[in-house]
Each structure stands twice: as structure tokens, then as C-alpha cells.
């Protein structure tokens, strides 16, 4: 991975994402891998056995041996399906939808694994998201007990979602695993747009399968999924820490009854706490011209990245 550091310019509020999706009225599934029974999390998110979807043999059911204490919930997080061999899940879909896949891991230790040895691939109906994976490190250079990974799907021509692991061929005795799958239908949200930096050349969005890297809330606090609009359960992250030096300029709240009108755009959107927060430079205009706000972010330079402002005057 090529990293780098980018730094982003802006007055008011913002949200950083390589997708942010929408919901429609399909058909969700949330898997607890490697369950034997239906549960339900904290946030009342009911969680199915993944058993029935899986068309590939050579897994074991797990059972994690040790729970971290920055585990939001159990589930899924205490039981992973382990992989010996390719090994696929197909999952029911309406094709000409794009769809929400959220993918939980948890290296932990799990009776007779070695987690370090877990490398893999990920792919969904053909495109890679993840190659000569090791969740272990991931979370390692994270510093984080567990990794949660999403990814926004173009429309296909089947009516079923394939996701296939794959085993490294780069090492011996390895395996991989998955804790928990999340697939959610969503309305499609991009069409084209101009490259920055390139006014003569377009972008279809429209059929891109995307990755979200980052979704912050803006002058607020973290917001949880269970908070989420559209039933989405996307968590929206405090931006301070991606704050270039130490000009946060002023945070500001809307007022208590002060109410979000979503005329010309889906309630999905964003969550109205999105838009009930903000940053700003601050009142003195002599001193704002010669400032800014920054907000700076590492990415890999090797893609193509989609951002989106949210602003809301209060």
C-alpha cells in the first residue's frame, strides 16, 4: 500500500466517505457466522445462523476463547466460521439493486488456530475486496480488538450475491474466517460526476463497487449505528481526530427544536444529528482569512476516492 496524506479545505461541515448509502424496502440478512442459534445484539439487530447460505464444505463452526472488553456485543463477534478451502456464501438478491455488504472480523484465538496464520482473499459475485488478508495485523496496526469492513455493490445481472474466501497460496497451514455478514439493498445514490482535478473527465459512480473509508459527524459526537437513519446501522464518527494541528475552530448545535426537512433527498441520507452540528472558524472574519480548518486523512493512492459534504444552514 503507497499511503499518503491528504489534506481537505472546508468552512462548515463535512462527511468523508468512499460511499454513503440509502435504503430501500428490500430484503436485509445479517449472519452471525459459525452461530448455531437466531440472536439479537444490544441495538435489538436480530442475527441468523449463516449455515443455510453457505454452498461449500470444509468449514468448522468457532467459538472465540477470549472476549475483549472493546467488544460492543457478543454478536457476532464470539462465533467465526473457519475456512480450510475455497469455500462460498450465496445469498438471495434482487440483481438490479446495489447493496450494502459489511463484513466482521475478530482475530482472536480460537481452539487449535493459530490466528496469525490467517491469510485470504474476499471476493463478491467476482470482485476482489480484500487479497492476502490478515485481519490480525490489520487490527494490530489499528490497535483494535476487531475490524469491521463495508463496501457498496453495483447492480448485477443474477438475483444472488456470491462471496467467496480464498486461501493464500503465499503460506502454509493457513485458513481463513469470518465472523459476521451484514447485506442490506440500498437505492442507487451516484451517477457521474467530474474528476477533481480534471474537468474533461468523468467518473461513473454509478457502476462502481465501492469501499467506505471514513464517515464522520462534524462538530459532534460519534453516532452509533443503532442511531443511524434507514436502518442502515452506519456509525458516524466524531471528526476530531482527523483535525489538522491544533485549530478545531468552533463547534456549534443546532437548537433543540430545531427539525431537518429532507425535501430533495432521501431521510437516509444522513441522520438528522448529522446536520444538528457543525464547525466553523470561528466570528472574527480578520482572523479567519488568514486561517482554515484541515481535516487530513491516509489513503492509498492507488484509487479513485468519492467525497461528500453534508451542509445545513441553522
Same mark, same amino acid.
Given at each position: 500500500m503507497n499511503g499518503k496524506t491528504w489534506s481537505l479545505l472546508s468552512l462548515l461541515c463535512l462527511s468523508i466517505l468512499l460511499f =454513503? +448509502? &440509502?435504503?430501500?424496502? /428490500? @430484503? %436485509?440478512?445479517? =449472519?452471525s457466522c459459525g452461530a448455531k442459534e437466531p440472536s439479537t445484539d444490544p441495538d435489538k439487530k436480530k442475527w441468523e445462523p449463516d449455515a443455510k447460505f453457505l454452498k461449500t464444505g470444509n468449514s468448522i463452526q468457532a467459538t472465540a476463547t477470549? @472476549?475483549? +472488553? !472493546? =467488544?460492543?456485543? &457478543?454478536i457476532p463477534y464470539m462465533t467465526a466460521r473457519i475456512f480450510t478451502a475455497p469455500s462460498t456464501y450465496e445469498i438471495p438478491v434482487k440483481g438490479d439493486k446495489r447493496h450494502l455488504l459489511r463484513l466482521h472480523f475478530y482475530p482472536s484465538t480460537y481452539t487449535g488456530l493459530n490466528i496469525s496464520n490467517s491469510y485470504f482473499a474476499v471476493a463478491a459475485n467476482d470482485v476482489t475486496l480484500l487479497s492476502n488478508f490478515s485481519a490480525a495485523i490489520t487490527c494490530q496496526a489499528l490497535t483494535q480488538a476487531y475490524l469491521v469492513r463495508e463496501y457498496s455493490l453495483a447492480p448485477i445481472e443474477k438475483d444472488v450475491l456470491s462471496i467467496t474466501f480464498t486461501l493464500s497460496d503465499k503460506y502454509k497451514d493457513t485458513f481463513a474466517f469470518i465472523n459476521g455478514i451484514e447485506v442490506i439493498e440500498m437505492p442507487e445514490l451516484f451517477d457521474t460526476a467530474v474528476l477533481v482535478g480534471f474537468s474533461d473527465q468523468m467518473a461513473d459512480a454509478k457502476a462502481a463497487n465501492l469501499q467506505s473509508m471514513f464517515r464522520l459527524n462534524v462538530g459532534g459526537q460519534d453516532i452509533p449505528g443503532s442511531q443511524d437513519s434507514g436502518g442502515? &446501522?452506519? *456509525?458516524?464518527?466524531?471528526d476530531a481526530p482527523y483535525i489538522f494541528s491544533a485549530g478545531l475552530g468552533v463547534t456549534l448545535q443546532a437548537s433543540n427544536n430545531f427539525r431537518i426537512n429532507y425535501e430533495k433527498?432521501?431521510? !437516509? *441520507?444522513?441522520?438528522?444529528?448529522?446536520?444538528k452540528t457543525a464547525r466553523t472558524q470561528g466570528?472574527? /472574519?480578520? #482572523?479567519? #482569512?488568514?486561517?482554515?480548518?484541515?481535516?487530513?486523512?491516509?489513503? %492509498? &493512492?492507488n484509487f479513485t476516492y468519492i467525497m461528500r459534504l453534508h451542509f445545513c444552514e441553522f
Open positions: =454513503l +448509502p &440509502t435504503r430501500s424496502n /428490500g @430484503q %436485509d440478512f445479517a =449472519l477470549y @472476549q475483549d +472488553p !472493546s =467488544l460492543l456485543s &457478543t442502515l &446501522t452506519r *456509525t458516524w464518527y466524531n433527498m432521501p431521510v !437516509s *441520507t444522513a441522520p438528522a444529528d448529522v446536520y466570528p472574527d /472574519g480578520n #482572523i479567519n #482569512i488568514k486561517s482554515n480548518l484541515t481535516w487530513t486523512f491516509q489513503v %492509498d &493512492t
